[in-house]
């Protein structure tokens, strides 16, 4: 099983940067991919961008794309999301989350489905 820990949210004006952080623990070897998903008030769960730890593949959504970046470091099991020129509509709680090796990863990567594990999640909050 699979720990993960999120930090780094925070109060930030739109335009404003913010790089949260997601710590993964105990078997990471059950990890195939990991993913950062965020949850707005009365919304639903969406998804923002994965990467899988071997090949380093990235995925972001349309709605993120050219302003977050998702990246990871094998060494220190940890997995990262730059997220800059922030607007109000991304405000929501982000949560990362784990997924174990799929034979389909790369089509259903966007799916919370994929993913057996997740943290407690991190407020992000943007200000106009």
């Known amino acids: 099983q699979v720990q993960l820990v999120e930090s780094g949210g925070g109060l930030v004006q739109a335009g404003g940067s913010l790089r949260l952080s997601c710590a993964a623990s105990g078997r990471r070897s059950f990890s195939f991919a990991m993913g950062w998903f965020r949850q707005a008030p009365g919304k639903e769960r969406e998804f923002v961008a994965a990467i899988t730890w071997s090949r380093g593949s990235t995925f972001h959504a349309d709605s993120v794309k050219g302003r977050f970046t998702i990246s990871r470091d094998n060494a220190k099991n940890t997995v990262s999301l730059q997220m800059n020129s922030l607007k109000p509509e991304d405000t929501a709680v982000y949560y990362c989350?784990?997924?174990?090796?799929?034979?389909?990863?790369?089509?259903?990567?966007?799916?919370?489905?994929?993913?057996?594990?997740w943290g407690q999640g991190t407020q992000v909050t943007v200000s106009s």
């Open positions: 989350a784990s997924a174990p090796r799929s034979t389909y990863y790369s089509r259903n990567y966007y799916s919370l489905n994929e993913y057996d594990t």
